[in-house]
């Protein structure tokens, strides 16, 4: 199938619910693009509207405003809906079926052929590290298993477009590690895969593009390397046992931010950087590392969430994303 380079596009995208006469506004005014290949992160606290927007792009919610294309369709045509690969959040299967059961009822609710699941439902075990366990009951499954099953069914179809919500969730570092080499290679075949999470570090490993979604607002969207882009202070290391004197470096003239166990110092730019250098070479230290201070996702996300809560009146901020103007309808 010719997919088009935009997978998803999503245009002013508002999910209003109603409960006892109060409106909530779940998402206002989304604009999203994801293009083909890419593994596309979706950043949010709790109640942020990460689920909400999945169902909408699964055609499983319908959105109060706005325009939805999934693959140049609207996810509510089923035709739109045909390999694509979903992990929800949450999800249970029954406990009394084994996981190799499990899969293949699944397989056959999503119409995949009984002899390409004969061949596909023990390679994707095996895949996900149950391949031992897939005659055992889902209910003596963990919970990193279970998440585990539950990655393998949303395979089952090999879908070219994958929605994960929180896949991760209630997995230890080993399993989270698996999940991700799993993705990477998922990603190979060319499927676009889109995660929703909150685990910060796992989605900067993973995620090509990310976008922060706050209060149903989209606050932020870029490259990893975008959002957490390097600031002009470097980190920087002598070799063991050689000092180097905060003091007498900021004598000089140099900004030295903190002196933890290492130095950090803000440069201007590469020039005053390489003058360091030859300065503590002319002094014979030993220099054993440089390398570049990152600001951290999980510092992005925080200044934003944190930034949003104690300045509402700074939505004008020209460093966001989308259409927003200031206030909400909420
Ligand atoms: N079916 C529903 N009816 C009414 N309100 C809903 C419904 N689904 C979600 N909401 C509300 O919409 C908001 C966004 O919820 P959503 O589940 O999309 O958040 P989330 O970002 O996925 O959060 P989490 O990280 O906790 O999974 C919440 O305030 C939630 O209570
Ligand atoms: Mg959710």
Same mark, same amino acid.
């Given at each position: %199938?010719?997919?088009?380079?935009?997978?998803?596009?999503?245009?002013?995208? +508002? =999910?209003?619910?109603?409960?006892?006469?109060?409106?909530?506004?779940?998402?206002?005014?989304?604009?999203?693009?994801?293009? /083909? @290949?890419?593994?596309?992160?979706?950043?949010?606290?709790?109640?942020?509207?990460?689920?909400?927007?999945? =169902?909408?792009?699964?055609?499983?919610?319908?959105?109060?405003?706005?325009?939805?294309?999934?693959?140049?369709?609207?996810?509510?045509?089923?035709?739109?809906? /045909?390999?694509?690969?979903?992990?929800?959040?949450?999800?249970?299967?029954?406990?009394?079926? +084994?996981?190799?059961?499990?899969?293949?009822?699944?397989?056959?609710?999503?119409?995949?052929?009984? =002899?390409?699941?004969?061949?596909?439902?023990?390679?994707?075990?095996?895949?996900?590290?149950?391949?031992?366990?897939?005659?055992? *009951?889902?209910?003596?499954?963990?919970? @990193? %298993?279970?998440?585990?099953?539950?990655?393998? !069914?949303?395979?089952?179809?090999?879908?070219?477009?994958?929605?994960?919500?929180?896949?991760?969730?209630?997995?230890?570092?080993?399993?989270?590690?698996?999940?991700?080499?799993?993705?990477?290679?998922?990603?190979?075949?060319? +499927?676009?895969?889109?995660?929703?999470?909150?685990?910060?570090?796992?989605?900067?490993?993973? !995620?090509?593009?990310?976008?922060?979604?706050?209060?149903?607002?989209?606050?932020?969207?870029?490259?990893?390397?975008?959002?957490?882009?390097?600031?002009?202070?470097?980190?920087?290391?002598?070799?063991?046992?050689?000092? %180097?004197?905060?003091?007498?470096?900021?004598?000089?003239?140099?900004?030295?931010?903190?002196?933890? @166990?290492?130095?950090?110092?803000?440069?201007?730019?590469?020039?005053?950087?390489? *003058?360091?250098?030859?300065?503590? /070479?002319?002094?014979?230290?030993?220099?054993?590392?440089?390398?570049?201070?990152?600001?951290?996702?999980?510092?992005?996300?925080?200044?934003?969430?944190?930034?949003?809560?104690?300045?509402?009146?700074?939505?004008?901020?020209?460093?966001?994303?989308?259409?927003?103007?200031?206030?909400?309808?909420?």
């Amino acid at each position: %199938m010719d997919i088009p380079p935009t997978v998803i596009a999503v245009r002013r995208l +508002t =999910k209003e619910f109603r409960h006892w006469g109060r409106r909530l506004l779940a998402l206002d005014r989304v604009d999203l693009e994801v293009h /083909r @290949g890419e593994v596309f992160g979706l950043l949010g606290a709790n109640g942020a509207g990460k689920t909400t927007l999945v =169902k909408i792009l699964l055609g499983l919610a319908r959105p109060t405003a706005g325009d939805v294309l999934v693959r140049g369709s609207s996810p509510r045509r089923p035709g739109t809906r /045909r390999r694509i690969g979903y992990l929800p959040e949450g999800h249970r299967f029954p406990g009394y079926l +084994t996981g190799d059961a499990s899969l293949r009822l699944f397989g056959r609710l999503a119409g995949v052929p009984e =002899k390409a699941l004969d061949a596909r439902i023990p390679e994707l075990l095996e895949l996900v590290g149950l391949g031992e366990r897939r005659r055992d *009951r889902v209910g003596r499954y963990s919970k @990193g %298993m279970t998440q585990r099953l539950g990655l393998a !069914c949303a395979l089952l179809d090999e879908p070219d477009l994958l929605f994960l919500d929180e896949p991760t969730d209630g997995v230890d570092p080993v399993g989270r590690r698996h999940i991700r080499d799993i993705l990477l290679q998922t990603r190979e075949h060319g +499927t676009t895969i889109f995660i929703n999470s909150h685990l910060l570090s796992e989605v900067e490993r993973t !995620c090509d593009r990310v976008a922060i979604l706050h209060e149903g607002r989209l606050v932020r969207q870029g490259t990893v390397q975008d959002l957490t882009a390097p600031s002009r202070r470097f980190r920087l290391r002598l070799a063991d046992g050689q000092s %180097m004197l905060p003091e007498r470096l900021a004598e000089d003239g140099w900004r030295v931010v903190t002196n933890n @166990g290492h130095l950090e110092i803000e440069v201007a730019d590469l020039e005053a950087l390489n *003058r360091l250098v030859d300065r503590l /070479r002319a002094d014979r230290r030993l220099i054993a590392e440089i390398s570049p201070v990152r600001t951290a996702l999980e510092d992005v996300f925080i200044e934003v969430v944190e930034g949003e809560e104690h300045s509402p009146g700074s939505l004008e901020n020209g460093s966001r994303t989308g259409v927003h103007g200031p206030g909400g309808d909420r």
